[in-house]
C-alpha cells in the first residue's frame, strides 16, 4: 500500500539554525499538509498546500516557517531561525481530493530536537 | 471554531474487555468525524470515518464508532480488546471548508492489561 515517507526520522539542531524536513507523499496525492505534535500536546495543523501555493496556514505558521514542492515528488517544510519551542514531532501528510470526506494518510514523523 | 475533547488521557482495559474511548466535538457546520490511531514509533493511521453517512461506521481493526448529533458525540468502541490494541487514539474533526483542515483532540492513550 502507498505510504507517505518522511526523513529524517530525528533531526537534532542548535538553536538559531535552519532545519529542512523532508517528505514525500503519496504519488497521486494532490493535497499536502505539515502537522506538529509537541511532547504530551495535541496534534496541530501548520499548513495545507495545494497547486504550489499555500491553502491555509495555522497561527504557529509565521515568517519562520516555509513549505516547497521543489520537485514532483518532495514537499519540504524550512524553519529558517530553530527556536527551543520548536522541538515537536512534525507530521506530513497527504490526500487525493480536496473532499473532507477523503481521509488524509500521514507519515511517521520527523523528531525535532532544538538544543 | 472547531474543536474535539476525548475525555480520559489514559485507559486501561483487561484484554477480552469492551474498549470504549470518548470523543466530542464541537462544530458549526455538519462535521467530517476520524479517528486515527498511532502506535509506537509510527505515525498517525486512519482507523475509520463519518461523513454524514451512515451513523453507525465500522473501521479496521474491530474498531466502531458511532454519530450521535444530539450528544455531539462520535466515542470508538470494540467488544474485545487484544493485546495488539495498546496504542494513541485521536479523535478529529473536519469542517469541510477550504483544504480540510484536521482539528484533533488531546488523544487517549489505552493499555490493555493481560
Known amino acids: 500500500e502507498p505510504e507517505v515517507t518522511q526523513t529524517p526520522s530525528h533531526q537534532v539542531t542548535q538553536m538559531g539554525q535552519e532545519v529542512i524536513l523532508r517528505c514525500v507523499p503519496i504519488?497521486?496525492?494532490?493535497?499536502f499538509y505539515w502537522y506538529r505534535q509537541i511532547l504530551g500536546q495535541k496534534v496541530e495543523f501548520l499548513v495545507s498546500?495545494?497547486?504550489?501555493?499555500?491553502?491555509?496556514k495555522s497561527e504557529i505558521f509565521d515568517d519562520q516557517f516555509s513549505v516547497e514542492r521543489p520537485d514532483g515528488s518532495n514537499f519540504t517544510l524550512k524553519i529558517r531561525s530553530t527556536k527551543l519551542e520548536d522541538s515537536a514531532m512534525y507530521f506530513c501528510?497527504?490526500?487525493?481530493?480536496?473532499?473532507?470526506?477523503?481521509?488524509?494518510?500521514f507519515g511517521d514523523g520527523t523528531r525535532l530536537s532544538i538544543l | 471554531a472547531q474543536s474535539v475533547t476525548q475525555l480520559g488521557s489514559h485507559v486501561s482495559v483487561s484484554e477480552g474487555a469492551l474498549v470504549l474511548l470518548r470523543c466530542n466535538y464541537s462544530?458549526?457546520?455538519?462535521?467530517?468525524l476520524f479517528w486515527y490511531v498511532q502506535y509506537p514509533n509510527q505515525g498517525l493511521q486512519l482507523l475509520l470515518k463519518y461523513t454524514s453517512a451512515a451513523t453507525l461506521v465500522k473501521g479496521i481493526n474491530g474498531f466502531e464508532a458511532e454519530f450521535k448529533k444530539s450528544e455531539t458525540s462520535f466515542h470508538l468502541t470494540k467488544p474485545s480488546a487484544h493485546m495488539s490494541d495498546a496504542a494513541e487514539y485521536f479523535c478529529a474533526v473536519s469542517d469541510g471548508q477550504g483544504a480540510q483542515k484536521l482539528v484533533f483532540g488531546q488523544g487517549t492513550r489505552l493499555t490493555i492489561n493481560p
Open positions: 501528510a497527504s490526500s487525493a481530493v480536496i473532499y473532507s470526506n477523503q481521509p488524509q494518510h
Open positions: 498546500f495545494y497547486n504550489n501555493e499555500i491553502s491555509e
Open positions: 504519488s497521486n496525492h494532490l493535497y
Open positions: 462544530s458549526s457546520v455538519p462535521p467530517y
